[in-house]
């Protein structure tokens, strides 16, 4: 099984594909893919936006596509990139090899359990 974009959004910077940042050097934002098996849906997943000199303290790049230079082009051949990477038996296996990579919506989630 191979992960697919099945839509992406950017609250901060909406419509994303068109935005152009005063200093394509110095940006720092999150947004998010629902990544999934095929076009009839998938999970979300949140990734951090940023160039380098954002970068502070212990596991700062986690979740985070650092590009030297903002383009939206840029962004998207990254997680294409990462994408070609992974490959599962079944979702919860491609879906455990994203959440390495950007911030799962079911991360750390546990299934209730009743009173």
């Not at 909406?14 to 998938?42: A, L, Q, R, S």
């Not at 985070?64 to 294409?80: F, K, N, R």
Request: hydrophobic share 40%.
């Amino acid at each position: 099984m191979k992960p697919i974009i099945v839509r992406y959004d950017c609250t901060d910077h909406d419509p994303i594909e068109t935005w152009i940042p005063d200093d394509p050097f110095n940006v720092d934002f999150w947004m998010n893919f629902t990544i999934g098996p095929d076009m009839k849906g998938g999970d979300n997943f949140q990734v951090r936006v940023t160039t380098p000199n954002n970068l502070h303290g212990r596991n700062a790049d986690k979740h985070a596509i650092v590009l030297a230079e903002y383009s939206w082009a840029s962004v998207l051949e990254v997680i294409e990139k990462l994408l070609e990477d992974i490959r599962g038996d079944d979702w919860a296996e491609v879906s455990a090899q994203l959440s390495q990579l950007m911030f799962w919506e079911y991360e750390n989630y546990k299934p209730y359990k009743g009173a």
